[in-house]
């Protein structure tokens, strides 16, 4: 205790510490923060939904220190890969802003069969198949006619279009625009869901031609649908 009262050593302790932090702490500190390294960077805004090529991207050498977590700089893992947001000019590239598809598996896959999406109206509970009609099954789409198209009367009719057979559903809506299919998941969880699992509305995967006879139909007579076979769900 005398020994650290003594205002000598304490100067001299001062002294060393002092010393080492200027030669040997301080030394390090800016090594490491004048480091730097090779990593990649977005060369130009890129926008969601992007494929992502090497013309995307830009090598650029920064420091190493403070460098963020978790980024990508691996071109295998990103080359090939769509935007999942926007990306802006000189960013690093994240997992999260990276994905397989622009939507999802079967989005992609309509847009690349150079299909459509078409929501028709179902008029009543049976015309919509009860709530048994599901995500991916496939039907046929009757139109019902209360005279005939030239505005004559007539017998009522029910028209097949061999266009308008074996449609492959998308997605079913109730009321309230929600997935029938989410609606019955949480029934089955929880016993009890505010939502309804019978369809006023069905999105259809179809050909432009498809799509042109289901908006006539549509607006001509009633559509009932016809269950063909269940498909691949697509939940």
Do not use: W
């Not at 998941?185 to 309804?196: E, H, I, P």
């Not at 007579?221 to 269940?230: A, C, D, Q, T």
């Amino acid at each position: 205790m005398k020994l650290l009262k003594n205002r000598i050593f304490l100067s001299i302790l001062c002294i060393v510490i002092a010393a080492c932090v200027s030669f040997l702490l301080l030394p390090r500190f800016y090594e490491e923060k004048s480091a730097t390294v090779m990593v990649l960077r977005a060369s130009e805004d890129i926008p969601a939904g992007t494929e992502i090529t090497d013309n995307y991207l830009v090598n650029v050498e920064v420091g190493e220190y403070g460098l963020p977590q978790g980024f990508i700089n691996d071109k295998a893992l990103i080359v090939g890969k769509i935007a999942q947001t926007d990306i802006a000019k000189g960013d690093y590239f994240f997992p999260q802003k990276l994905g397989e598809f622009v939507v999802n598996e079967l989005f992609d896959r309509i847009a690349g069969n150079n299909q459509r999406l078409v929501t028709i109206s179902v008029p009543n509970i049976a015309a919509g198949l009860s709530s048994h009609l599901q995500n991916g099954d496939i039907v046929t789409v009757a139109v019902f006619l209360e005279r005939a198209s030239d505005g004559q009367d007539s017998s009522p009719q029910v028209i097949l279009y061999p266009e308008l057979k074996g449609l492959e559903v998308y997605s079913v809506e109730n009321a309230r625009t929600q997935d029938t299919a989410e609606v019955r998941k949480q029934q089955f969880d929880s016993q009890s869901s505010t939502g309804d699992p019978i369809p006023k509305a069905v999105t259809l995967i179809v050909t432009e031609a498809q799509a042109k006879r289901l908006i006539e139909a549509e607006y001509t007579g009633k559509l009932h649908l016809i269950f063909e076979k269940r498909g691949v769900s697509h939940e």
